[in-house]
């Protein structure tokens, strides 16, 4: 097997791991190299609905009134996202899995009254 094949095989992998994980684990928050209008990398969280027979999903910034865009489908190498605004104007955009990097979670955050973690 030659190195070209080998590299593609593991992408292929790489991504089938990171949309799994993007489908199935509960409030998970990553980040794509996004940059808001100060510098810092944009976070976003996932968010699932299975109020219907068919399951939904939403991609939000990761803040307490942040944009939010639902998910049209988890494709093979990337997300497809889309939103309507005021005038009833489709808007669509990607995220490619190999621009996902996954945030782990602070367990200090979680100590109720540990000095330095709070948020806000």
Same mark, same amino acid.
């Given at each position: 097997?030659?190195? @070209?094949?080998?590299?593609?095989?593991?992408?292929?992998?790489?991504?089938?791991?990171?949309?799994?994980?993007?489908?199935?684990?509960? @409030?998970?928050?990553?980040?794509?190299?996004?940059? @808001?209008?100060?510098?810092? =990398?944009?976070?976003?969280?996932?968010?699932?609905?299975?109020?219907?027979?068919?399951?939904?999903?939403? =991609?939000?910034?990761?803040?307490?009134?942040?944009?939010?865009?639902?998910?049209?489908?988890?494709?093979?190498?990337?997300?497809?996202?889309?939103?309507?605004?005021?005038?009833?104007?489709?808007?669509?955009?990607?995220?490619?899995?190999?621009?996902?990097?996954?945030?782990?979670?602070?367990?200090?955050?979680? =100590?109720?009254?540990?000095?330095?973690?709070?948020?806000?």
């Amino acid at each position: 097997m030659n190195i @070209d094949k080998m590299i593609t095989k593991q992408k292929v992998e790489n991504n089938s791991i990171v949309r799994e994980k993007l489908m199935t684990q509960k @409030d998970i928050v990553f980040t794509c190299g996004v940059k @808001d209008v100060l510098g810092r =990398i944009q976070e976003y969280k996932v968010y699932a609905n299975d109020r219907s027979d068919v399951m939904s999903f939403g =991609i939000q910034e990761n803040t307490s009134f942040g944009k939010m865009m639902n998910v049209q489908k988890f494709g093979p190498t990337c997300v497809t996202l889309y939103t309507y605004d005021m005038l009833h104007n489709k808007t669509t955009g990607k995220i490619k899995y190999s621009d996902v990097v996954f945030v782990e979670e602070n367990p200090l955050e979680k =100590i109720p009254g540990f000095v330095g973690t709070e948020k806000g």
